[in-house]
């Protein structure tokens, strides 16, 4: 019986909006890690993060609540052990937690940021999700967490430790239902010989800072999609996806000093134009993955073994 790729995808179940409530507000908002409510001149400067140590945190969703509707996500450990793999070669404190209720991410989230001392010391937060979702929300097995409400458990106001910092949000997931679509177009040698791409020159701030500067809530993440918004995300029941599999193919081949920019573009390319999925269908099936970035500075990782 011929496999196939499966989709991270609710049909017809928006699950249970969750709100959470466990996050508790920092007396001093002002306050960071280079300091009480101080941030260094030189560190604004900086054209890359600083990094030595980081946390990854992968949630690895096969099995959920039966009254969700939701498929088993079989193959999925196969995403989950490579990227794992990955970020212990960075590095990385990394932690694998599988099946997680929406009550066991509240308590591990809030585990990281109540641990102070650790994240003085952190140059990086990767968290990584693989799961069933819709266009905004993402599954535990017992219901649905908007993405937003993911990420605000990390940002400027509920943890000033990690201020300045690069914080990383990895999705493997559907943000809806549709299928990609495209065209199919013959590929033929050009004459002229390939020319470089062209590179964005790196235009830095030209004007003093005063005593005071704002951090947004939204400074220094970083979010990756395994596809584009209203799209399914495809998996494959023995091998995994497609996306982190390129992924972590392309974190291990990542040149010294390269930036995490030029691994996700690389991404991007790869499943976009060349991932083929085999599916029941009689139009041209494609995935595009994409990632929204407000990183201030370059990423750079440093492999460790």
Known sequence: MEKFDELDAVAGNKGETFTKTQIKPFANETESNSGQGKVSKEHLKQAEYPFSSGIAVIINNIIFDKRLNLGDRKGSDVDASSLLQRFLEFGFDSDLLNDVTKKEMDTKFNEI?????????????????LTHGNEDSVFMTDGDVKIKNVMEYFNATNCPELHLKPKVFIFQACRGSDLGSGVERKVIRDRD?????AIASYVEYDEEFGEIIRIPNEADFLAVYSTSTGYGSFRNTETGSPFVRHLSDELREMKKG?????????????????????????SVVTQMPSFISHLTKDLVFNQKV
């Not at 010391?121 to 999700?129: E, G, R, W």
């Open 258 to 282: 390269e930036d995490f920019y030029k691994v996700l573009t690389r991404v991007n390319k790869k499943v976009g134009m060349g991932y083929k999925p085999k599916h029941p269908s009689t």
């Open 193 to 197: 010989p390939n020319q470089a791409d």
């Open 113 to 129: 940021i109540e641990d102070k001392k650790s994240l003085k010391t952190t140059d990086c937060l990767i968290v990584v999700l």
